[in-house]
């Protein structure tokens, strides 16, 4: 397990994907997880949620002052917004302005306030290196609402072209996903995409909140540096994983926040 040398005032948000049912179908522990992370990125119904669903999940993370972040991504429900989409540029902007508009009126109604957006699967990676993709979605947030901040991959392009664009950017990590030698997401096509073993993603969240390096997929030395840490709402062990890596971090001190 790595360690900082003094971790004293050290702090990590702590996110997770959360709204993904619908209708009848439930997908993970939403209130459960609620209770532990700080930020949540809520489906606008997309790729996953529904209008109730989105209402309530916003509703009880407002309850719980979990700060309400906007997952947008694209109108894929069957492929849960995984399969890789082109778009013309005027669609995806429009599809951004809509979803926005879905959560921030929800978000209204409940008397909470939506901080930031964070896109979701096949866009979020696609948007870290494509710049057409890219300005459609940080065009659309501009349009609706200009102090939303765009949560993005740490160390990618859009991270600079966001920030050019005036928009802040919160910086993100992964605890739960496997990273290449380069610090990039290992597509979830390949074997090992995803780590479902407790210990592996305690170890890297603690490694990525404490500034020192964890295994990349092929064993080698990687390190990554965020503001923010993901766990996935639809990870079978998402509720043992957050508790977990809530107890590491607390052990060195390192406050959730």
Avoid at 12 to 35: P, Y
Avoid at 102 to 108: D, L, N, S, T, V
Wanted: hydrophobic share 45%; aromatic share 6%.
């Amino acid at each position: 397990m790595a360690h900082a040398s003094d971790t004293t005032g050290l702090h990590i948000d702590l996110n997770s994907d959360l709204g993904e049912s619908f209708g009848n179908w439930t997908m993970g522990n939403d209130n459960a997880v609620l209770d532990l992370v700080s930020s949540a990125n809520i489906a606008c119904g997309f790729h996953a949620g529904d209008p109730k669903v989105l209402l309530d999940t916003v509703k009880a993370a407002h309850e719980r002052d979990v700060r309400i972040g906007a997952h947008i991504g694209y109108r894929d429900l069957p492929g849960f917004g995984r399969r890789f989409i082109d778009y013309n540029a005027e669609e995806l902007l429009a599809e951004t302005i809509y979803q926005l508009g879905a959560i921030k009126a929800a978000a209204a109604v409940v008397g909470a306030k939506v901080s930031y957006v964070k896109p979701h699967g096949a866009l979020y990676n696609r948007m870290a290196t494509d710049s057409y993709q890219a300005e459609a979605v940080i065009g659309g947030i501009l349009a609706v609402d200009p102090q939303l901040k765009l949560m993005a991959m740490s160390g990618t392009p859009v991270v600079g072209e966001a920030r050019a664009a005036g928009l802040e950017v919160i910086e993100e990590t992964f605890a739960d996903r496997a990273y290449t030698d380069e610090g990039r997401l290992v597509p979830r096509k390949q074997p090992g995409a995803v780590h479902d073993d407790v210990d592996t993603v305690v170890n890297q969240a603690l490694a990525i909140a404490t500034g020192q390096p964890f295994q990349s997929v092929n064993g080698n030395p990687v390190q990554v540096a965020g503001q923010s840490i993901c766990v996935h709402g639809d990870n079978a062990k998402a509720l043992e994983i957050v508790e977990a890596i809530i107890a590491a971090l607390k052990k060195e001190g390192i406050t959730i926040c």
